[in-house]
């Protein structure tokens, strides 16, 4: 008879990284082993990076780091669901309008794409938009792939998204009037959420 915690490991290896606890999308994006030469040899422990989403428009992300990987983890899981953001969705599949963003030397591009285009994103920028919730989403990265880099320069072009709700609400206007110069045919008021 397997241990309670053996079971639970083997269930997180079959789900190849992702793990549903309370309606919450956890995503390993990297592991780094980094050692430290001391006196007895080297001295190995392990940094992870994780994102954490409910797939409804809030996404976060963590870093930790400890001498065993699964500890690791755990540290970065508990500083994801800290940080959590909340991001506007289009029709819950897709962002409002286009957005760039940058973290030292990584630059992320994100585009609101039509229904049917899917996640078009790689790597680290996958992880975000997935636990993010997005359906249809086009990403491009340059410059630095750097994981880290990566997760917060998408997380940057993310916090400028803004609903037409948020902004007739600074500009003291109805959304109607906000949706009435939108070019893509998306005016009807009922087809705004967020």
């Known amino acids: 008879m397997a241990r309670p915690n053996e079971e639970r490991r083997d269930r997180r290896d079959r789900r190849d990284g992702e793990e549903r606890d309370n309606e919450l999308v956890e995503k390993l994006v990297h592991i780094n082993r ?3 030469t001391v006196k007895g040899g080297r001295r190995f422990s392990f940094a992870a990076l994780m ?8 996404v976060g992300f963590g870093h930790g ?4 990987v699964p500890e690791a983890i755990r540290k970065a899981t508990e500083e994801a669901k800290k940080s959590m953001v909340r991001v506007p969705l289009r029709e819950s599949r897709t962002l409002h309008h286009d957005g760039n963003g940058r973290w030292g030397a990584g630059k992320v591009m994100v585009r609101a794409a039509p229904p ?12 975000v938009l997935e636990s993010l919730g997005v359906q249809d989403v086009v990403g491009k990265s340059s410059g630095s792939s750097n994981p880290y880099n990566m997760v917060r320069a998408t997380f940057e ?3 400028v998204q803004s609903s037409p709700r948020q902004i007739a609400a600074k500009r003291g206007k109805k959304v109607s009037d ?3 110069r939108r070019a893509d045919g998306a005016s ?7």
């Open 116 to 127: 049917g285009t899917g996640v078009i994103a790689g790597g680290p920028m996958r992880a």
């Open 157 to 159: 072009a993310l916090k």
């Open 188 to 194: 009807a008021p009922d087809a705004v959420e967020g």
């Open 178 to 180: 906000i949706l009435g």
């Open 65 to 68: 780091k400890a001498r065993e």
């Open 51 to 58: 994102v954490v989403g409910d797939q409804k428009g809030r």
């Open 34 to 36: 980094v050692a430290a």
